[in-house]
């Protein structure tokens, strides 16, 4: 079964700076899917960025970057310029790119931004 | 634009009560799912469905049922209700086989005395 760990349950970064959240998975898929999902306080899952397992290139969506490692199974995100907007619990997830799709998310990452 | 719609948002149950949550999609999506999320866990799927009248067991399916009886109406039934069931459930849809996203609902907060 795929399984998606995120390592740190809380991070927290000054206003204006990087930050990168780490996210491992496991699978024995060769093609595949993963995304960030952000919820902030309003609870609403917001996708971030996605990932097509197939594309050696890194997703970006503006000031959200991917560093993809299919042979170290590593998927972790980068937000530069880090804005107050950006506090928010972060949820890296795989999915099948066949079958019924299913996500599978690691345990999420709470981000806090510092004024 | 509705997208994906939890009725209801709020509910608290005692122990042993029944209830259902119903989740409506308008964008004709295949795929339906059942999530709960609970702190430090991330999002579990309880059971889902590909299609009209199709529904199947996720990873934590227990204490639930689920039906499918239209296209863009995904049920969740809790029929005895257990204080372990206290959490918040998510209800999700998308395009069958496409790499689009995954829509969520705004989540359903259950608690169960």
């Known amino acids: 079964a795929q399984t998606v760990t995120q390592s740190q349950p809380e991070m927290s970064v000054q206003e204006a700076e990087t930050v990168t959240l780490s996210c491992t998975y496991d699978t024995s898929e060769s093609d595949y899917y993963l995304f960030w999902y952000k919820q902030p306080p309003s609870r609403q899952m917001i996708l971030v960025i996605r990932q097509e397992a197939y594309k050696q290139q890194n997703a970006t969506e503006n000031r959200f970057s991917v560093n993809f490692q299919k042979a170290a199974k590593s998927f972790s995100l980068k937000i530069s310029d880090s804005q107050l907007g950006d506090a928010a619990m972060y949820f890296c997830?795989?999915?099948?790119?066949?079958?019924?799709?299913?996500?599978?998310f690691g345990q999420g990452t709470r981000l806090t931004i510092n004024p | 634009n509705a997208g994906v719609t939890q009725t209801p948002k709020f509910r608290v149950l005692k122990t042993g009560q029944s209830m259902t949550l119903l989740c409506a999609q308008d964008m004709n999506h295949e795929y339906m799912y059942w999530y709960r999320q609970d702190p430090g866990m991330g999002l579990r799927l309880i059971h889902y469905s590909v299609g009209e009248g199709t529904t199947a067991k996720g990873e934590v399916p227990d204490g639930y049922n689920v039906s499918r009886l239209k296209k863009q109406n995904f049920l969740l039934g809790l029929e005895s209700a257990a204080p372990s069931q206290t959490s918040v459930y998510f209800c999700?849809?998308?395009?069958?086989?496409?790499?689009?996203?995954?829509?969520f609902g705004e989540g359903s907060r259950l608690t169960v005395l």
């Open positions: 997830a795989y999915s099948p790119v066949q079958g019924a799709q299913k996500l599978v």
């Open positions: 999700a849809s998308k395009k069958g086989g496409s790499t689009g996203e995954l829509f």
